[in-house]
Antibody
Framework: EGHFLESGGGLVQPGGSLRLSCAASGLTFNYYAMSWVRQAPGKGLEWVSTISGQGGSTYYADSVKGRFTISRDNSKNTLYLQMDSLRADDTAVYYC???????????WGQGTLVTVSS | DVQMTQSPSSVSASVGDRVTITCRASRGVSTWLAWYRQKPGKGPELLIYATSALQSGVPSRFTGSGSGTDFTLTISSLQPEDFATYYCQQANSFPLSFGGGTKVEIK
């Protein structure tokens, strides 16, 4: 069973940048693909990005492609999401989650809130 | 891209009731389908993966079925902790996608 703790959220102006982190514990981190999923206030879940266990493959939703970059440091058991050119519609709680044997999200963190507003 | 459509969007039920939620994919996803429960203010939790496999620790009152484009989640006897929002998710192809959610409310 994995435990994840997201951090790095906050208030940022449109066009600004933010870097989210997800610290993992209780699992062999590099065995798992990792993903970011977001949830706008009062809305449903939206997949954002996924990275393979060794970091060699990455995938992005069209809504963030070219603006967000997913990465991981397996030596630190940490997942990252670099978010640039932020827009108001990026406002959401961002969750990290792990996957293995298919891209089902096994365990989720508690989320970190990103608010994009002037 | 695969669009996931859930129905109903909300349902009112009582403790002990049987509840069924459906999920339809815009094209076939084989059995690459999962269900999640999200309680207010919490992150989602995986209930069912690969259409019908029960995640470790999840009570047996949850069952999943289907294949291709049509899937169902059934809660055989609703418990107080089951009043929450449920989401389906296809894992067949990128971009991964979720249904819009079904809120199970107390009648």
């Amino acid at each position: 069973e994995g435990h994840f703790l997201e951090s790095g959220g906050g208030l940022v102006q449109p066009g600004g940048s933010l870097r989210l982190s997800c610290a993992a514990s209780g699992l062999t981190f590099n065995y798992y693909a990792m993903s970011w999923v977001r949830q706008a206030p009062g809305k449903g879940l939206e997949w954002v990005s996924t990275i393979s266990g060794q970091g060699g493959s990455t995938y992005y939703a069209d809504s963030v492609k070219g603006r967000f970059t997913i990465s991981r440091d397996n030596s630190k058991n940490t997942l990252y999401l670099q978010m640039d050119s932020l827009r108001a519609d990026d406002t959401a709680v961002y969750y990290c989650a792990n996957s293995r044997d298919g891209y089902f999200f096994l365990y989720w963190g508690q989320g970190t809130l990103v608010t994009v507003s002037s | 891209d695969v669009q996931m459509t859930q129905s109903p969007s909300s349902v009112s039920a009582s403790v002990g009731d049987r509840v069924t939620i459906t999920c339809r994919a815009s094209r076939g996803v084989s059995t690459w389908l999962a269900w999640y429960r999200q309680k207010p203010g919490k992150g989602p939790e995986l209930l069912i993966y690969a259409t019908s496999a029960l995640q470790s620790g999840v009570p047996s009152r949850f069952t999943g079925s289907g294949s291709g484009t049509d899937f169902t989640l059934t809660i055989s006897s609703l418990q107080p902790e089951d009043f929450a929002t449920y989401y389906c998710q296809q894992a067949n192809s990128f971009p991964l996608s979720f249904g819009g959610g079904t809120k199970v409310e107390i009648k």
